[in-house]
């Protein structure tokens, strides 16, 4: 099938740099996504976007040139429920890829049990409005008790101002949960202003809350963008993800969300936002924390 990108679609950076950061060995892209390629896996009817396509072998030409050892793929709203191109790549990957998936309630048993093999070990819940139609709670609490017993996770996805309506349903989760991109702060507020302190109330009060500290490109509003060799990009993002990698140092998780779905006003170099890191954990053993001792235990538990 011929899909065309949804109007002033952002291309992945092609040619990005080698970071100056070196990786921890073993590090864990824990944050991307595959699209397509449309043809062989089309975009879900239900869609709000159309991407470019971005495949696992683009996916994998990219781990191995930032330095990172394994990727977790996460299901885009793009595809919606049919995770057919995030099990082909994590399949293809030689136990380098785990995914996350989104499923409805009408899954069956054996389906959750052939993600498993393949490699799924979540789910994600999506609450940005722009993204996805309303799921209601009771179909989500329901495929969060039948995957609980998987050992998997549920990964969550919503906007700050969100946070409080959701938090009932949130602290009612039986897994381990994932804050995806730290619950999205508006950084123009203050890092210790009420907006921010109900997240780290959220991740203090619920120690089975993990959070990605993820998409600086997302949530910047000064940049400097990750552009032309900046070594000191997103400036204002750097107090909140610090925060947080200081403050829950064993529940925290960073992806570079290649291929950056849906970002209006710049693509980034994907090699400076490695570079971005060191910013965020500012010493060697929080950076094999986040990059490898937390993944590893979410992921491949097996091996640690
Ligand atoms: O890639 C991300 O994490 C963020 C996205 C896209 C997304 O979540 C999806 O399509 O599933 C966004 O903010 O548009």
């Not at 969060?144 to 989760?173: K, M, Q, S």
């Not at 907006?195 to 940049?223: A, H, I, Q, Y």
């Amino acid at each position: 099938m011929e899909f065309e990108k949804t109007p002033g679609w952002l291309d992945w950076y092609a040619g990005p740099s080698k970071p100056r950061f070196k990786l921890p060995a073993g590090a864990v892209d824990a944050h991307c996504h595959v699209f397509g390629p449309g043809a062989e896996f089309p975009y879900a009817p239900e869609r709000k976007y159309t991407p470019c396509d971005a495949s696992k072998a683009q996916l994998f030409a990219l781990r191995d040139h930032l330095g990172f050892a394994r990727n977790v793929i996460v299901q885009a709203t793009c595809h919606g429920a049919d995770n057919r191109a995030m099990v082909d790549a994590c399949k293809a990957s030689g136990g380098k890829a785990r995914g996350v998936a989104t499923v409805r309630r009408t899954i069956t048993d054996q389906e959750l049990q052939d993600l498993h093999a393949a490699g799924v070990r979540g789910v994600r819940f999506n609450f940005v409005k722009r993204l996805v139609d309303f799921t209601p709670k009771d179909e989500l609490l329901e495929i969060a008790n039948r995957i609980a017993p998987l050992g998997w996770h549920v990964v969550i996805y919503f906007e700050a101002v969100d946070l409080p309506e959701l938090w009932d349903f949130f602290t009612a989760l039986p897994t381990t949960v994932v804050v995806d991109h730290m619950g999205r702060p508006d950084v123009s507020k203050p890092v210790d202003g009420p907006e921010f302190e109900l997240f780290v109330k959220f991740m203090r009060d619920n120690p089975n809350v993990w959070s990605k500290v993820s998409c600086p490109e997302r949530l910047s509003v000064t940049g400097p963008k990750a552009l032309n060799g900046e070594q000191a990009a997103y400036r204002d993002v750097v107090p909140f993800a610090k925060r947080i990698v200081e403050e829950f140092p064993d529940r925290v998780l960073w992806g570079t969300d290649w291929p950056h779905p849906n970002l209006k006003d710049h693509m980034p170099d994907d090699g400076l936002l490695v570079d971005f890191i060191p910013h965020i954990a500012v010493t060697a053993e929080l950076q094999q924390k986040l990059l490898v001792d937390n993944p590893m235990r979410l992921y491949w538990p097996e091996e640690v």
